[in-house]
């Protein structure tokens, strides 16, 4: 797969829920579905020039789809800090917001 093709396969959000509701449920939390479409729409939005950027890089600094679901992951544990039992988008916007542009490439 060429560089950051992974940014763009649809199959991308499926890891990316997945390591979302992984996160919350390490949490002991679960998240709600627009949660996860927030931190989806905060991704596909950034993509263009997220990948724009990474390829000015050198290779070896390069960010790839591991670092992207630890930004995911990271994300929903620092949610589960303050949220309530269940994630909810506001909750993830809310950190989100509180914490802006920790979240590669999502911010």
């Known amino acids: 797969m060429p560089p950051f093709d992974w940014m763009f396969d649809p199959g991308f959000r499926a890891q990316i829920e997945a390591e ?4 919350a449920r390490d949490s002991g939390k679960t998240i709600e579905d627009a949660a ?3 931190i989806w729409q905060q991704f596909v939005g950034n993509r263009e020039r997220r990948r724009d950027e990474e390829l ?3 290779s070896w600094q390069q960010r790839g789809a591991s670092d992207a679901l630890q930004s995911v992951r990271s994300l ?4 589960a800090q303050t ?3 269940t994630l909810t988008a506001r909750d993830v916007q809310t950190e989100f917001n ?3 542009c920790k979240f590669w490439p999502i911010c």
Do not use: E, L
Not at 20 to 23: G, L, T
């Open 83 to 85: 949220g309530g039992r």
């Open 20 to 23: 979302a509701r992984r996160a």
């Open 56 to 58: 000015k890089r050198p």
């Open 76 to 79: 929903v544990s620092s949610t």
């Open 98 to 100: 509180r914490q802006f």
């Open 36 to 38: 996860i479409d927030f």
